[in-house]
């Protein structure tokens, strides 16, 4: 009980969640897609928009004076939150995919040739597979790619074989946004280091559902967005160990970015700076910052408590239904994710008869096609909770699920 | 009948159904007797595909009018696949040309021909659409 009155008082935060759709109450389980925001962010944006406004680094009155506090302040709050060592190593970027980008881009100019190769494992999502096969086109390196085996995991017995020095980077998932398992990743971090190949760490699921300590993990580059851990739309950081940073060419052109210009030679900034050209999403950015302070006022023991619930719950529900496939291992080494399929039910057609009993969830393709093929599938359904979700919620995500595939089957 | 006036009578159908689930159960109902193709005749080449679901199309032009078959692996979209096929099968080329299929948004299933839906649905007007306009300009040729 107490649990549940704690869990709701973090839902009076969240006016999002308190609405019907379909005449239904919503009951949003798409948080792997995008997490509805508190309202210290929600507040946050509207106070800069009515009035803290003006562009950051550029001005010496007070509202840019105002901003840029904001945005930087924001810059150490992350660099805090992920244990970065300094402050310089955090960019602000647009999010996970443009932080991948920026890695992809800047180190295949550098550092990758004909014969070199670039190791992602084969549960990445696109934006983890595409930015690199498009530095591999440009480059003449090759894509390689560690497999899964049949709970999702990494085959990491094949690790040795696939790492050997034509490998020039390596970038994974943290945490599967299909499969939810949390991967091994400090073992591949180790396992690549040993040959002095650098590692980036894909964190858009892995950053919201643990705490992440860049030092500790030792990558050298660490992706995620905003959207997912409670902020605004439209912002992500990487982080990137300084020394990376400062021998990586920029990225994109333009204002801020530089030191001096002239039409003969233009001298770039130092990183952060270097990487983040225009005006940046400062706003955004700002209400961030207030997303992380929102992060780190939850009571861990009482989420995961409430996190153990659900997952124990759905899974012993999910075991009784007849013909469900949940793809993922079942262990505990799992965020509170579920993708899985019902035998005889189009994934679609289990979203669209949920949606109608307020019930959001993810169905489709879920940006993640080599996943579908591993598991020879077209598509599945997701989902995914997140803090403010209660074990109430979940009963009724199962009791939908039964209705729908009682309608299907 | 004209197909405004089939849409007509598609219309009054749902009319009948207060509730969304009602709705969903009928189209359900619909997508079990869709004239299917055959597993042998799901080629890649008559494949819509979308993110959410695949749509099979195929058609066939006999004395002027096209006739179609359609599949998809969802059954709510090959209920709305069958009222499509309602509507647009033993059709003259001009007239599938000429519908602008206003009962869709009638009878609340728009969002389902949104773009950013995937389904296959809009590809298969614009598909259907194709059809017509090529027989069309076949049979203005052979005239």
Known sequence: ?409 | MTIKEVEQEIVEEFAIFEDWMDKYEYLIELGKNVPVISDGAKLESNLIKGCQSRVWLDAEFKDGKIFFKADSDAIITKGIISLLIRVFSGRRPKEILEANLDFIKQIGLQENLSPTRANGLLSMIKQIKAYSLAYAAKEESSK
């Not at chain 1, 020039?168 to 949390?182: F, P, Y």
């Not at chain 1, 860049?214 to 902020?231: I, R, T």
């Open chain 1, 1 to 409: 009980m107490e649990n549940r009155s704690s869990i709701n008082n973090i839902r009076t935060l969240f006016p999002a969640l308190n609405q019907r759709v379909n005449g239904k109450k919503l009951v949003y389980l798409d948080n792997g897609a995008t997490s509805q925001k508190p309202l210290s962010v929600i507040e946050l944006v509207n106070e800069m928009n009515s009035g803290v406004n003006g562009n950051i680094h550029r001005a010496v009155h007070e509202l840019s004076a105002k901003t840029t506090s904001l945005y930087e302040g924001a810059r150490d709050k992350v660099k805090n939150f992920i244990n970065a060592s300094q402050r310089e190593e955090i960019i602000f970027t647009a999010g996970t995919t443009a932080s991948i980008n920026l890695v992809a881009s800047s180190f295949s100019q550098k550092y990758l040739n004909p014969g070199d190769a670039v190791l992602v494992s084969e549960g990445e999502h696109h934006s983890n597979i595409v930015p690199w096969q498009m530095a591999c086109d440009r480059t003449g390196a090759t894509l390689r790619v560690l497999p899964l085996d049949d709970n999702g995991c990494w085959r990491l017995d094949l690790l040795d074989t696939l790492l050997d020095s034509s490998v020039k980077i390596v970038s994974v998932a943290h945490v599967s946004n299909i499969l939810g398992v949390i991967n091994p990743i400090e073992k591949v971090i180790e396992r690549a280091h040993s040959l002095n190949i650098p590692v980036l760490i894909d964190g858009a699921q892995g950053i919201v559902h643990s705490r992440v300590d860049v030092q500790k993990l030792d990558c050298e580059f660490y992706a995620f967005s905003g959207h997912k851990m409670y902020g605004p739309t439209g912002t992500g950081v990487l982080f990137g160990k300084y020394h990376w940073l400062e021998k990586l060419p920029p990225y994109l052109g333009g204002g801020d970015m530089i030191e001096s210009v002239s039409f003969e030679k233009t001298t770039y900034a130092q990183p952060p700076l270097k990487f983040e050209a225009g005006t940046p999403n400062f706003i955004g950015m700002a209400a961030l910052g207030a997303a992380i302070d929102f992060i780190l006022q939850i009571d861990t023991e009482l989420a995961s408590k409430n996190e153990k619930e659900i997952v124990e719950y759905v899974l012993k529900e999910f075991s009784a239904i007849e013909g469900l496939t949940l793809y993922g291992q079942h262990s505990q080494n799992k965020i509170p994710l579920f993708s899985f399929t019902v035998k005889g039910a189009h994934p679609t057609d289990l979203a669209m008869l949920m949606d109608k009993m307020g019930v959001a969830l993810r169905s489709g393709q879920m940006c993640s096609e080599p996943v579908m093929d591993r598991f020879g599938t077209e598509s599945m359904l997701r989902a995914s909770f997140a803090v403010y979700n209660t074990l109430e919620e979940a009963k009724i995500f199962i009791l939908s699920l039964k209705r729908a595939i009682k309608m299907l089957t």
